[in-house]
Each structure stands twice: as structure tokens, then as C-alpha cells.
């Protein structure tokens, strides 16, 4: 697994996402509960970037129609995305996020 550098740990505010872009892959990444997620920027709904919805118990909501997803899984739990986004392993050392694409669940 590979990982690389997203960006800094103190550039993540808590329950703010930060997109940033990965090899071309737009990725949103969330510090939340003490911890760092990594989740695919684009809904499985349509193409709107889920780092501009709100983030909550461990959750990020699509801005455009609603659909909450896990951020450990990238599954839904709620319609109308049926599909989940892709997640991504994430690492902290120091003050660097490091998030591996290479491994999607
Ligand atoms: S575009 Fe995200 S739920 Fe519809």
C-alpha cells in the first residue's frame, strides 16, 4: 500500500471536510471523533463534491439531495444514493495526513 501526503493534520479543522486532489482523484478528507477520514469527493447520486456538505456523527451529507454516507465504509444510509464511495486508508505522522489510494473499500 502506498500512502502520500494529503496535507497538514493542523490545516483540518474538526467536522470541516478539505478536498484536496490525489493523483487526479478528488478526494475529501474529515477530521472527526479524534480521528482523520478519507472518502472519494464525488457522490454515487451525481457529480456534486460531498466536501461542501456538513459533517455529523461520523457522517458526511451530500449538499444536493441529502444522502448521508459513513465516512468508515462510504456506505449510504439513506436514499437517495443507493451506491457507496469509494474510502481510503489514512495515516498520521507528525503533522502529515497520508491517505494510500491503492486499497478502495
Ligand atoms: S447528488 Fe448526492 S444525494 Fe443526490
Known amino acids: 500500500?502506498?500512502?502520500?501526503?494529503?496535507?497538514?493534520?493542523?490545516?483540518?479543522e474538526?467536522?470541516?471536510p478539505k478536498r484536496v486532489e490525489l493523483d487526479g482523484t478528488p478526494v475529501s478528507l474529515?477530521?472527526?471523533?479524534?480521528?482523520?477520514?478519507?472518502?472519494?469527493d464525488i457522490c454515487s447520486h451525481?457529480?456534486?463534491?460531498?466536501?461542501?456538505g456538513e459533517v455529523d456523527?461520523?457522517?458526511?451529507?451530500?449538499?444536493?439531495?441529502?444522502?448521508r454516507f459513513d465516512l468508515r465504509s462510504g456506505k449510504p444510509d439513506s436514499l437517495?444514493?443507493?451506491r457507496p464511495v469509494p474510502v481510503y486508508p489514512v495515516k498520521i505522522e507528525g503533522?502529515?495526513?497520508l491517505v494510500s489510494l491503492s486499497q478502495e473499500s
Open 1 to 12: 500500500m502506498t500512502f502520500q501526503r494529503a496535507c497538514g493534520l493542523s490545516e483540518l
Open 14 to 16: 474538526e467536522d470541516t
Open 30 to 40: 474529515v477530521r472527526t471523533e479524534g480521528e482523520v477520514f478519507a472518502i472519494n
Open 46 to 52: 451525481a457529480n456534486v463534491s460531498l466536501s461542501e
Open 57 to 67: 456523527d461520523c457522517h458526511i451529507e451530500c449538499w444536493l439531495h441529502g444522502s
Open 80 to 82: 437517495p444514493a443507493t
Open 95 to 97: 503533522d502529515d495526513v
